[in-house]
């Protein structure tokens, strides 16, 4: 007798991987190696940012009251008395109409309170003149105006991207608390399946799956560990899946979880006792992606179809991977965009298709990206986002506003701006 499962929805299935993504250890690692890790510590700042007042200009430093009724018929003279750049600090304190050459980041020297930029100068010798009165304060970066000493900047959580690996030097964080990263294991099984340098066979396809899900991860920094191809046999199958989960953080198997008379996986799952968090969820493509837990470890037993292993990556492992390293923010982001085209199909499930989202003017538009069956690979590579249908929708067409997951944001553009 076939088992009969039982679907849940999207949002319950998620749900369940997120609440059993157990939290990695946190590392400390070097700075040049943070990029793309997840902060285990507020990055708080250990100073005021800038640290000093300094000069946002290539200029003379003044005193502002010096300045005071300079216009085009009364130009007022300064006597330049030291000259700086960024990295030298002057000795000396400004007299009443001296000025310091400074260049642009270099302190501000004492007694002087604006800067004239070398422009707004006349030049000659050892003397220079203005023509306007400048305020007090005028054209200096002050002390504290980007981050002051002991705020919290940026809380832990937070994904460590450029910006981020910036602020972290500034404050001399040579080494980083992150989460570790989870290392995941892939395996595919199918005795249909071939290595991609091999000659097509009778019945045999070539395994797109296992390259998929390795990019997939790759794509967001994390490291697999590829187990190859294993054909269709219970008892192979479930001793390298034991041994994967010793040796991983957590295991995705590709194939093989469905009802079929060589689909092992609920067995596998059963003689590791591992407990089922779902075989069925209310999606297409997707349907049968099961997440198990075993060994306080996650195991995705995602489809063989090539669409619905993809899908149930971005929608379940995904997510789960975030929550392993506390990422404040695990989800996928997602926005709405106008279809182009219609799509009539019923959607008894909730539907996730894959398209190609772009900006057109000042819309954001979405457009399927071709054959869309489970087993569709091609619309994998020309897409770049999902549609979401939600269940018990049909008739959406062109010009309707819908739900869209963006995936990646690699993707460059033809041309510039208009
Ligand atoms: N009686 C039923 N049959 C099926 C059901 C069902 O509910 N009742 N579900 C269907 C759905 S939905 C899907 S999706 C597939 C899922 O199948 P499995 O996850 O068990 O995967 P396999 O049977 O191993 O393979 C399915 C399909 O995918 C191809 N495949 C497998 N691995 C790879 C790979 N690494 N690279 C490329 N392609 C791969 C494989 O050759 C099959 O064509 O089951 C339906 N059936
Ligand atoms: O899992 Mo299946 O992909 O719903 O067609
Ligand atoms: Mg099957």
Redesign the pocket.
């Known amino acids: 007798m076939?088992e009969i499962?039982k679907p849940i929805a999207v949002r319950d299935a998620i749900k369940r991987v997120m609440d059993k993504a157990n939290a990695l250890p946190i590392i400390e690692i070097a700075l040049e190696d943070s990029f793309g890790y997840i902060l285990a510590e507020p990055i708080i700042a250990m100073h005021d940012v800038p640290s000093f007042n300094n000069s946002p200009y290539d200029g003379f430093a003044i005193r502002s009251e010096d300045s005071i009724g300079a216009s085009g018929d009364n130009r007022i003279h300064f006597r330049v008395i030291d000259h700086i750049g960024a990295g030298q600090v002057s000795k000396h304190a400004l007299g009443k109409y001296e000025a310091v050459r400074i260049m642009t980041g270099a302190p501000i020297p004492e007694g002087a309170d604006a800067v004239v930029m070398l422009e707004q100068a006349v030049e000659s010798e050892n003397t220079f003149t203005i023509r306007k009165p400048f305020k007090q304060l005028e054209n200096i970066s002050l002390q504290g105006e980007d981050s002051k000493k002991g705020e919290m900047l940026i809380p832990s959580g937070t994904f460590i991207h450029p910006g981020t690996i910036a602020l972290l030097a500034t404050f001399g964080y040579a080494k980083v608390k992150v989460r570790k990263k989870p290392i995941v294991g892939i395996l595919?099984?199918?005795t249909?399946?071939l290595k991609v340098e091999d000659e097509i066979e009778p019945g045999k396809?070539?395994?797109?799956?296992?390259p998929?899900i390795e990019a997939q991860l790759k794509r967001r920094g994390i490291e697999s560990r590829y187990y190859g191809?294993l054909s269709?046999d219970l008892e192979s199958c479930f001793q390298l899946v034991k041994k994967v989960l010793v040796e991983t953080d957590c295991v995705i198997t590709?194939?093989?979880?469905?009802?079929?008379d060589?689909?092992h996986?609920p067995e596998i799952y059963r003689r590791l006792q591992a407990d089922v968090l779902f075989n069925?969820v209310a999606m297409?493509?997707?349907?049968?992606?099961?997440a198990a837990f075993a060994d306080d470890k996650l195991l995705f037993?995602?489809?063989?179809?090539?669409s619905?292993?993809f899908t149930g990556y971005e929608l379940f492992v995904k997510p789960a991977i975030e929550n392993m390293m506390l990422n404040n923010c695990p989800f996928t982001p997602h926005t709405k965009a106008k279809l182009t085209e219609d799509f009539l199909k019923p959607n008894p499930f909730t539907r996730f298709v894959r398209s190609v989202y772009r900006f057109e003017g000042n819309e954001a538009i979405i457009t399927p990206a071709g054959f869309n069956k489970?087993?569709a690979?091609s619309s994998i590579a020309r897409g770049n986002a999902l549609i979401v249908l939600p269940g018990g929708t049909r008739n959406f067409v062109a010009g309707d506003i819908v739900d869209v997951l963006l995936l990646g944001n690699e993707n460059g553009v033809s041309s510039w701006m208009s």
């Open positions: 076939v499962r595919c099984t199918g249909e399946l396809i070539r395994n797109s799956n296992g998929m191809i269709d590709t194939g093989g979880v469905s009802v079929g060589f689909d996986l069925k297409r493509p997707g349907s049968v992606t099961t037993g995602l489809s063989g179809n090539p619905a292993c489970s087993n690979v």
